[in-house]
T-cell receptor
Framework: GQQVMQIPQYQHVQEGEDFTTYCNSSTTLSNIQWYKQRPGGHPVFLIQ?????EVKKQKRLTFQFGEAKKNSSLHITATQTTDVGTYFC??????????FGTGTRLKVLA | DAGVTQSPTHLIKTRGQQVTLRCSPKSGHDTVSWYQQALGQGPQFIFQ???????QRGNFPDRFSGHQFPNYSSELNVNALLLGDSALYLC???????????FGSGTRLTVV
């Protein structure tokens, strides 16, 4: 079945450093979403990417969708302590469900 | 504008018992999806409801069943609980299947 993997599993960065998480799907996706889950919280929708090669920015966050629509990345510039949490990608492969990735847990050291 | 509401927030059940979890979707949303999230893991898709019917199901046994009501609210039922069913159960609503999901705060189920 469809699998969505993320790397790295954990990332510790100093405040002000950049951070990137990568998402890879075993199948071609129709679209991909990104979510952030704070410790003890629930996933919160960040963005959706639909087009091959699409790049979207939200302030310090940059999201990319690969040309083959099988991978994606999230890059955070100059991390802040408020960026702490687990970042999940969720891939949609044409069925009525999103498959969530394994997540990358980000810890920001002040 | 209320978000997604789930009840109860926490629940402790004994092995073999049955449980019902409830979800009220965000106002204006018509699609409800249920996910199971074990500690330290990503959410796992259980099933999705639209127009009161289950239209997609994940790799969960028949012990997991659900329902959607005419007002779009939904229930998740789990029979014959196992210790491994202990997890955070998340309800997510959306207007369309491919729109961004709004998640509820979840129900933390502990099976002892």
């Amino acid at each position: 079945g469809q699998q969505v993997m993320q790397i790295p599993q954990y990332q510790h960065v100093q405040e002000g450093e950049d951070f990137t998480t990568y998402c890879n799907s075993s199948t071609t996706l129709s679209n991909i979403q990104w979510y952030k889950q704070r410790p003890g919280g629930h996933p919160v929708f960040l963005i959706q990417l639909v087009k091959s090669g699409e790049v979207k920015k939200q302030k310090r966050l940059t999201f990319q969708f690969g040309e083959a629509k099988k991978n994606s990345s999230l890059h955070i510039t100059a991390t802040q302590t408020t960026d702490v949490g687990t970042y999940f990608c969720a891939g949609h492969a044409g069925t009525y469900k999103y498959i969530f990735g394994t997540g990358t847990r980000l810890k920001v050291l002040a | 504008d209320a978000g997604v509401t789930q009840s109860p927030t926490h629940l402790i059940k004994t092995r073999g018992q049955q449980v019902t979890l409830r979800c009220s979707p965000k106002s204006g949303h018509d699609t409800v999806s249920w996910y199971q999230q074990a500690l330290g893991q990503g959410p796992q898709f259980i099933f999705q409801y639209y127009e009161e019917e289950e239209r997609q199901r994940g790799n969960f046994p028949d012990r997991f069943s659900g329902h959607q009501f005419p007002n779009y609210s939904s229930e998740l039922n789990v029979n014959a609980l196992l210790l491994g069913d202990s997890a955070l159960y998340l309800c997510a609503s959306s207007l369309e299947d491919r729109a961004g999901y709004t998640f509820g705060s979840g129900t933390r189920l502990t099976v002892v």
